[in-house]
């Protein structure tokens, strides 16, 4: 079983950038395809972006452009590089591996 533990979230205001953090506890983690999901008051849970094992990433359309996804398998590390922040952004964040584990998530809130 891996675990997930997310950080880095925060209050930040519009046009503002965060870096969120998921570290793994298995040194497997390199062979997984990462995720990152959020979740926002009222909405279903959404994909972000993905990783695969080799680097090849994936964006949801609403995000391309401003989020970069990026991994360090020596450090068990998975990241989400957010810049040019809105405020429907605003969600919990959560990272996921391929096989179903979830982190517990962070929370990022964009507002003035």
């Known amino acids: 079983q891996v675990q997930l533990v997310e950080s880095g979230g925060g209050l930040v205001q519009p046009g503002g950038s965060l870096r969120l953090s998921c570290a793994a506890s298995?040194?497997?983690?390199?062979?997984?395809?990462m995720g990152w999901y959020r979740q926002a008051p009222g909405k279903q849970r959404e994909l972000v972006a993905t990783?695969?094992?080799?680097?090849?990433?994936n964006y949801a359309d609403s995000v391309k452009g401003r989020f970069t996804i990026s991994r360090n398998n020596a450090k068990n590390t998975v990241y989400l590089r957010m810049n040019s922040l809105k405020p429907e952004d605003t969600a919990i964040y959560y990272c996921k591996t391929d096989v179903g584990n979830w982190g517990q998530g962070t929370q990022v809130t964009v507002s003035s």
């Open positions: 298995r040194s497997i983690f390199s062979i997984y395809t």
């Open positions: 990783i695969t094992s080799g680097g090849s990433t």
